[in-house]
């Protein structure tokens, strides 16, 4: 028997139903009711897959005449993979289930063969009508590949399922927490001038969301469903179909929500849809389009025997809210944890830019605005990976503050068992300002997400001439600070 499968990290398997002898059925076989005829009948002796040929091949002995129809069928996992039809001849016969060029996953398989009166000649017909007994049949167990193999394989299954969800879950978030501060945006300009926005404003918002949606959000989506549909359409008798079908949700309410958002926005804005995106699909309440999506991804993990993973964005327009144990602060929103030195800071959630997630002072009302650090969530869309973020948080850093000048700037990376490979980089801009001929000195300490196009920042800030005051406290505070969105472990 063969049973050599190429390394499915890279292949995956391809669901078929054939039949090279007798036209193919649309509907697979029923599972009979245990046959009440001698079982020498029909005797299934053995199952194969040929990977060279792609065939799953059935061979089996029977009494019955020749030219009798036995339908066969291969099953993995209780799923029916393949059926098909021969005949028999000299006491022997054969069904083979042609997969193309599609893969199995190794593990036990079931090979099955049956009598159906309907395939049979009109006088075999009869002969089963009048016997009064269940059609004969029969079934035997094959492990294709060895045990090591069939976990291997079924590992490989489980990996390509979680980098496929992790995929859908950055898209998520990312594109969420983009349109939730845009929205967010819309309202504070709102309330500053009585509920109206002048025609640039509105173009303002609605060109850069439409830049970001229509540019980066919808192609990307549409390529991660390409790859999605691209993998069933290779899969054959798939070992975790209801994680399959979970991720077939996810996409489908990814999608959703991309016009839920678009019809909020532009209802915020008080501006027609644009034509090209009303064209393109129907709008759906936000709420239960989420409430769908979270649900499948939480299916999902406990399909791949995987921890939860965050998937709830972080919504600027929620005000933050953490728990402080000691002197450690740990964001039930946004996701992070960070360390102050000592009781001399005080930790401050409050914060009128949605940017800016926590605040830390000194506890001294005197000097709390001598020197301060704020944790920062930075959305940089039109990055392409980490040599163009850290371009843009230096561009962002110039033109944030008048007089800018830098000091200093380097990467860095920290080991992290939450981001892939273990270590998560970063990025230290040290740099000098002046507003209002009052000079300052800050250091922005920013973390990457696995996109690059996201950095969570502890940004510490100065009077320059008590920046030796506060150096020290500013590292510890920084180094202290992790990201706790959790990426996805290695499935067991």
């Known amino acids: 028997m ?18 090279p002898a007798r036209a193919q059925d649309k509907d697979a076989p029923a599972t009979p009711p245990a046959p009440a005829v001698a079982a020498k009948q029909l005797t ?16 089996g002995e029977s009494t019955l005449p020749d030219d009798w129809v036995v339908l066969g069928s291969v099953r993995f996992a209780d799923r029916t993979g393949a059926f098909a039809r021969g005949t028999i001849k000299g006491g022997k016969f054969q069904v083979a289930f042609d997969v193309a060029k599609k893969h199995p996953v190794m593990g036990k398989y079931v090979f099955r063969a049956e009598i159906r009166a309907t395939d049979q000649p009109e006088d075999a017909q009869e002969k089963l009508a009048s016997a009064g007994t269940a059609p004969p049949s029969d079934s035997k167990e094959v492990l294709l590949g060895s045990p090591a193999d069939a976990e291997r394989d079924l590992k490989a299954v489980k990996e390509k399922l979680a980098a496929m969800t992790e995929e859908f879950r950055r898209l998520f978030l990312q594109a969420s927490e983009r349109a939730l501060y845009c929205l967010k945006a819309i309202e504070q300009k709102k309330e500053k001038n009585q509920g109206k926005l002048a025609e640039a404003e509105v173009e303002k918002y609605l060109g850069g969301w439409r830049q970001y949606a229509m540019d980066f959000w919808y192609p990307a989506l549409r390529g991660m469903q390409a790859t999605l549909k691209e993998y069933q359409e290779l899969v054959f008798a798939s070992p975790l179909p209801d994680v399959e079908a979970d991720l077939v949700t996810i996409s489908q309410s990814l999608e959703k929500l991309y016009f839920s958002y678009w019809s909020d926005i532009c209802k915020d804005l008080g501006t027609e849809i644009p034509e090209a995106v009303r064209g393109q699909g129907e709008f759906f309440d936000r709420n239960s389009v989420e409430a769908h999506l979270f649900s499948s991804a939480a299916k999902i993990y406990v399909g791949l025997g995987l921890p939860d993973v965050v998937w709830q964005p972080v919504d600027p327009g929620l005000p933050e809210e953490g728990i402080v144990q000691g002197q450690t602060y740990s964001s039930k929103v946004a996701h992070f944890v960070v360390s102050k030195p000592n009781d001399d800071w005080v930790f401050e959630e409050k914060s009128a830019d949605p940017i800016v997630r926590l605040k830390i002072h000194a506890k001294d009302p005197n000097v709390a605005n001598r020197g301060w650090i704020q944790i920062e969530i930075k959305d940089f869309p039109d990055s392409e990976g980490k040599d163009d973020l850290k371009m843009l948080v230096e561009v962002m850093a110039h033109d944030r503050w008048a007089g800018y000048q830098k000091v200093n700037f380097k990467e860095f990376a920290i080991g992290d068992k939450l981001f892939p490979g273990g270590q998560r980089p970063g990025f230290d801009l040290l740099f000098r300002a002046e507003v209002n001929k ?55």
């Open 2 to 19: 063969r049973a050599c499968l190429p390394c499915i990290a890279v292949t995956v398997w391809a669901l078929s139903i054939a039949g």
């Open 44 to 59: 299934v002796l053995d199952g194969e897959y040929d990977d060279k040929a792609h065939r799953f091949m059935l061979v």
């Open 438 to 492: 009052v000079k300052f000195q800050t250091r922005n300490y920013e973390l990457c997400c696995p996109s690059f196009k996201r950095t969570y920042a502890v940004i510490g800030t100065a009077y320059a001439e008590d920046w030796t005051k506060y150096e020290k406290d500013f590292d510890t505070i920084a180094k202290s600070f992790r990201v706790t969105i959790g990426e996805p472990k290695e499935p067991k």
